[in-house]
């Protein structure tokens, strides 16, 4: 920007509205090419999203062991229970089943409504991929990274066809990912404090998605340790700013690893305890 200023500056015929012209003028010039990419790469994202959108699979049910998802969250809606037969449910965390269930509240029971999520999910997603991938890889390789897997056949036809948590994991496990540098680099105590909200409910929305979320707890950790190397400082600034994100999240993975199960008719070793007794 100086270096723009200066070089307008030295034309003394230029008012100084002329010169804030010329530099503003050449601040877009320089910046086009990198908001024309975003906005391509973004496009791109958006239409594979709609293809996922409209080419689901179309059947009147679930086919396939999705099904489980779909049966208890008709149980949370009909009884206020996660679980099946009255046995409750120990493996797999309530999240993505309390998402279809707000669907089937609000749209009716059906498969194509969770499918239509999925693709949802699946577009956000890849969307905040880019955005933080392209904080810190070239442009290039980051749109590399998500065009070809949200184009990819395999994924395309896994997307159209099952409700699994993988996908809208993505899309939290990357809302938090971008909501720790924002909130990082935030300028202001409000914004850090709105960044650590998300930053927050991201993480705990993970977890009750997928136990394999504690991930981002261990990496918020690994994170504090090892600016204890370098600015012991700056490392305890990090560790009051991220005490509620681990606080909350490890109270929340305590409360559901502890979910005792109900007794099996056929009993499989290491199933379906909790990760601890595992």
């Given at each position: 920007i100086s270096r723009i200023s200066r070089r307008c500056g030295g034309e003394g015929a230029l008012s100084l509205r002329g010169r804030m012209v010329r530099t503003m003028y050449a601040l877009s010039i320089h910046e086009s090419p990198s908001r024309a990419a975003d906005i391509l790469v973004f496009a791109l994202i958006f239409i594979f999203g709609a293809f996922a959108f409209v080419f689901h699979q179309h059947s009147s049910d679930f086919l396939q062991e999705d099904v489980f998802f779909a049966d208890c969250a008709r149980s949370l809606l009909q009884h206020g229970f996660y679980g099946l037969s009255g046995r409750p449910e120990t493996t797999q965390p309530p999240g993505l089943s309390a998402i279809l269930a707000m669907l089937f509240l609000i749209f009716g029971y059906g498969h194509a409504i969770c499918l239509h999520a999925m693709a949802v999910f699946e577009t956000l997603g890849f969307g905040i991929t880019y955005a933080v991938l392209r904080r810190h890889l070239p442009r290039s390789v980051a749109a590399g990274i998500c065009v070809l897997l949200i184009s990819s056949p395999i994924y395309f036809e896994w997307a159209t066809r099952m409700v699994v948590p993988a996908i809208p994991l993505l899309f939290t496990t990357m809302t938090a990912l971008?909501?720790?540098?924002?909130?990082?680099?935030?300028?202001?105590?409000?914004?850090?404090?709105?960044?650590?909200?998300?930053?927050?409910?991201?993480?705990?929305?993970?977890?009750?998605?997928?136990?394999?979320?504690?991930?981002?707890?261990?990496?918020?950790?690994?994170?504090?340790?090892?600016?204890?190397?370098?600015?012991?400082?700056?490392?305890?600034?990090?560790?009051?700013?991220?005490?509620?994100?681990?606080?909350?999240?490890?109270?929340?993975?305590?409360?559901?690893?502890?979910?005792?199960?109900?007794?099996?008719?056929?009993?499989?070793?290491?199933?379906?305890?909790?990760?601890?007794?595992?």
């Open positions: 971008l909501a720790f540098e924002k909130c990082e680099s935030a300028s202001t105590s409000l914004r850090r404090s709105f960044w650590g909200i998300v930053l927050t409910s991201m993480v705990v929305a993970s977890l009750m998605i997928a136990s394999a979320a504690m991930a981002l707890l261990g990496a918020i950790i690994a994170v504090i340790v090892i600016t204890f190397f370098t600015d012991r400082r700056f490392a305890m600034v990090r560790v009051w700013r991220f005490a509620p994100v681990l606080l909350i999240g490890f109270l929340v993975l305590g409360i559901w690893m502890q979910r005792k199960p109900a007794a099996m008719e056929w009993v499989l070793p290491g199933f379906p305890a909790p990760y601890l007794d595992q």
